[in-house]
């Protein structure tokens, strides 16, 4: 789960990393009187939106005077900010942080990831930070510097001052990196994070270190022990399609190809969505219904696949061991009633109870098409798409 920047500056502020101090609007009368509230002549107006790269798509400006703050204000709110990491679509503004303008000497990269390969955290950071931060990483990727954490240990004294070393910083910026190093660290580990990241992170023109931007993301299986974090979820943010999915306790991944897919685990979703490809199909999106799943979360799946205008057939492929195939097919001709379904299905049925389901799906009389292998329900998914130049 992502959150704001402003929550992630607040959060990590009370860790210990020197941030801005700012002020939250969500209007452009709320932003001009933050920024006097904040006093000085100069503010930084910032978007709210779970996406970076907001600077080079408009998001974020300097503003000189009040007025000026209120007007771009005002052609940020209800706005659809696309960004390089958003889709077409972009997200929409509905909040604004206003902060006084800070004079910038150089910007540094500062990045906490969880490294799969050593399952430990990694610091990745970079003596030159910025918007330009992901066109470096391609064109000169041993520029960033990595270092990983060693859970018995913690982050120790000398690594974070190595770094810091690293990253040419000298006198007092490098008790400062540590104490930055060490906050992050520490607010990644006790908060269950993901992801942690301040890009830039600013030596001012006096010489201090100052996180300039910030974004935190959190790992959802672990949201249960940390209701401080769940209650930072902004929905506005999210794909509707996914987040109604996830309300259903369904997980739902949208993609751009216009096979509807129903399946049982991320494995096999893996393996179909291989196998819709192999066949020369491409996948509009997967919907894992977990284990266990009733007629009625069936019915559920086939209501939020649907809900994507872009399907054009629907491939169900369960591997049933926890599941039942007498109660997905059941499902699956409860939802065909239900939904007056025009569209081609395509069933592929494996696993506990699977005569029993293949007799229901059977004995409905509905025009389902069936397949034993998943080989061969891809093959049938991608044939029995509508001829689109027809
Ligand atoms: P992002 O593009 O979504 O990552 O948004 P950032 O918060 O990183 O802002 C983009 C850029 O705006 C930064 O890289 C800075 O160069 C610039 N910026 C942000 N805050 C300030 C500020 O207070 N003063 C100045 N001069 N520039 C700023
Ligand atoms: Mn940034």
Not at 104 to 133: C, N, Q
Not at 146 to 162: C, S
């Amino acid at each position: 789960m992502d959150i704001h920047e402003y929550q992630a500056k607040d959060i990590l502020g009370r860790f210990g990393v020197p941030v801005p101090k700012g002020g939250l609007a969500y209007s452009p009368e709320q932003a001009a009187y933050r920024a006097r509230e904040l006093g000085g002549h100069a503010w930084v107006v910032k978007a709210q939106v779970h996406a970076g790269g907001r600077g080079a798509a408009g998001g974020v400006r300097l503003c000189r005077s009040v007025e000026e703050v209120q007007t771009y204000a005002a052609s940020l709110f209800g706005r659809q900010l696309a960004t390089k990491q958003t889709d077409a679509a972009g997200k929409g503004v509905y909040r604004l942080w206003v902060e006084p303008a800070c004079d910038i000497a150089r910007e540094l990269y500062l990045g906490f990831v969880l490294d799969r390969k050593s399952e430990r955290i990694m610091i990745v950071a970079s003596a030159h930070g910025g918007m330009e931060i992901e066109d470096l990483a391609e064109t000169d990727p041993m520029s960033l510097r990595r270092m990983t954490i060693d859970p018995a240990t913690g982050l120790v004294e000398f690594q974070a001052r190595e770094l810091a070393f690293g990253l040419g910083l000298t006198g007092t910026q490098i008790t400062q990196m540590v104490t930055i190093l060490k906050a992050c660290y520490r607010a990644y580990r006790d908060l269950d994070a993901m992801m942690v990241e301040i890009n830039p992170l600013v030596i001012t023109g006096a010489g201090d270190l100052l996180a300039l931007d910030a974004k935190m993301s959190f790992d959802t299986n672990a949201l249960f022990r940390r209701p401080e974090i769940a209650e930072l979820r902004d929905r506005s943010q999210e794909d509707p399609r996914e987040s109604t999915a996830g309300d259903h306790g369904l997980a739902y991944v949208g993609l751009t190809g216009d096979i509807g897919c129903i399946i049982n685990g991320a494995g096999l979703a893996m393996a179909t969505m291989d196998m819709i490809k192999l066949a020369g199909g491409e996948p509009a999106n997967f919907l894992d219904i977990g284990g266990g799943a009733s007629p009625e979360r069936v019915v559920r799946a086939f209501r939020t696949v649907l809900a994507d205008r872009a399907v054009s057939v629907i491939l169900v492929n369960i591997f049933a061991g926890i599941n039942r195939c007498d109660w997905v097919a059941e499902g699956v001709v409860k939802a065909y009633r239900e939904v007056g379904m025009t569209l081609p299905v395509v069933v592929r049925l494996a696993g506990t109870n699977v005569e029993e389901g293949k007799a229901i799906l059977q004995g409905s009389g509905l025009p389902l098409i069936t397949a034993d292998t998943l080989a061969e329900a891809a093959a049938k998914a991608v044939a029995a798409r509508p001829n689109l130049a027809a």
